[in-house]
Structure formats: C-alpha cells, structure tokens
C-alpha cells in the first residue's frame, strides 16, 4: 500500500484512531512510516508478521 491510500485511509478516521497497514519489505515499508510521521501522524508500532509482511500501526 504506498502512502497515498494510507492518507486517504487515515483521513477516514477520527483523530486517536489507529490504521493497521501491511506492507512489504522496501520502498513501502521504508516510506510509508517515514512520510506518517513528517505529517504528523504517530506510528505506533512496526511489527513482522509473515517473511517479508510488516503490520505498521498509524494514529491519527
């Protein structure tokens, strides 16, 4: 999921909410959390789910 749906998904929430995102190993996993957090959202969390599947958790 690139940081675009993320945003359009985040803009679905009310603030303190959290938006559970899988993504992959590089470019996604790299950018998304990185982009949330210059925009002000908080991650909460980065967790290794499955190989190369990462849950990021994202409040509003």
Known sequence: MTFVKTKLALEKISK??????????GE???NVPKTA?????IVKS???VENDIFRVIIEK
């Open 16 to 25: 303190g909410d959290c938006l559970e995102v899988l993504l992959t190993r």
């Open 37 to 41: 957090a210059e925009q002000g959202y």
């Open 46 to 48: 980065i967790d290794n």
């Open 28 to 30: 996604p996993l790299d």
